[in-house]
């Protein structure tokens, strides 16, 4: 997530290094999402259909101090 400014939410499992496994009946496949930069990262899925993909992926507005 991107917080426009400099006073992010704390606490929270979002940086947990721990895989979380999703068995909810309506879960539908994975989505990874891996950042390279600040400026670009790749998002990897993989559908239940068999249907998988990855596509690159930039930030929708400039990073203070990218």
């Known amino acids: 997530m ?5 006073n992010p939410p704390t606490g ?3 940086d947990d290094p721990a895989p979380v496994e999703n068995t ?3 879960a539908v496949g994975t989505l ?3 950042l390279a930069t600040c400026k ?3 998002a990897t899925y993989h559908l239940k ?6 596509f ?3 930030p929708l507005q400039p990073i ?3």
């Open 56 to 58: 690159p992926i930039v």
């Open 12 to 14: 929270g499992v979002f």
């Open 64 to 66: 203070e101090g990218c």
């Open 32 to 34: 990874l999402i891996e």
């Open 24 to 26: 909810a009946p309506w």
């Open 49 to 54: 259909s068999g249907s998988s993909g990855r």
């Open 40 to 42: 670009s990262g790749t």
């Open 2 to 6: 991107f917080w426009p400014t400099s």
